[in-house]
């Protein structure tokens, strides 16, 4: 299998981003760390240099829904490592409110960063991997895309649900034409981050530590679609696909 030495992530300030980094830094990868706290991002840099010697960490400060910022980003970090291998796009917002009761500005803040943001970050990557002729797109999805989600939930599942097609999108597109990148859609389930910090308890949810486990196993596998961690997700994930829209909604 390939080795994907030099790896850029995003949303890496905190959370699955910031978790991830460590991981990678810990199996030895170069990292293109950006987000929009570049303070914690500095603080994390030094951290990773000084346990880990012998890896490059480059950091750059970017707002996802800055589309012009993520193409002079992603080509920045391009110039600083030589080359990327792999692209994980991992920033996104959690926050939404019931469709119709006066909140559309958090729900398109959300559908823009999950959605929109996304789609530029997706379009900066494989713009480098098809001048490269090689890479690795991973997209942070989410188990919401399986259904349309209830209240709060409504806007972050949907904008989700269409990152999720846009990746399979994106390697269909590689598949039919025989191009050698590799897309990998991730759908984490709860586990443990500053986003989920306020959400209800819930027996299903996971430490951040196992979660990420999960997630830097199943991108180096580089399959084209994993529910992290597996169990419980991926039988649950089968049965928000196949259960009733109310039973599925009543458990959400």
């Not at 995003?10 to 460590?22: C, D, F, I, Q, Y």
């Not at 530029?120 to 188990?143: K, N, P, T």
Request: glycine share 10%.
């Amino acid at each position: 299998m390939t080795v994907r030495k030099k790896i850029l992530i995003t949303g890496a300030s905190s959370g699955l981003g910031e978790g991830m980094a460590r991981a990678f830094a810990a199996r030895g990868r170069d990292l293109a760390l950006c987000a929009r706290r570049t303070d914690r991002l500095h603080v994390l840099r030094e951290e990773l240099l000084a346990t880990h010697p012998g890896i490059k960490v480059t950091v750059r400060e970017l707002d996802v829904n800055d589309h012009d910022q993520v193409f002079e980003v992603f080509r920045g970090f391009r110039t600083d490592l030589g080359g990327l291998d792999r692209v994980i796009v991992n920033a996104g917002l959690g926050k939404g409110q019931p469709i119709g009761t006066g909140r559309f500005d958090a729900n398109l803040q959300t559908a823009q960063t999950n959605f929109t943001a996304a789609l530029a970050q997706c379009e900066a990557a494989m713009e480098i991997f098809r001048d490269q002729r090689a890479g690795h797109l991973v997209v942070i999805s989410s188990m919401s895309a399986m259904r349309g989600m209830p209240r709060n939930l409504t806007t972050y599942a949907a904008s989700k649900a269409g990152l999720s097609a846009l990746a399979e999108g994106i390697r269909a597109e590689m598949a039919a034409t025989r191009t050698p990148i590799a897309v990998t859609t991730l759908h984490p389930g709860y586990i443990a981050t500053d986003l989920s910090a306020g959400a209800a308890k819930t027996p299903l949810m996971t430490s951040s530590e196992k979660g990420v486990r999960a997630m830097v196993k199943a991108i180096e596998r580089e399959g084209a679609d994993a529910k992290v961690p597996a169990w419980p997700w991926v039988p649950v994930g089968f049965l928000m696909r196949h259960l009733p829209l109310r039973l599925v909604t009543k458990a959400s």
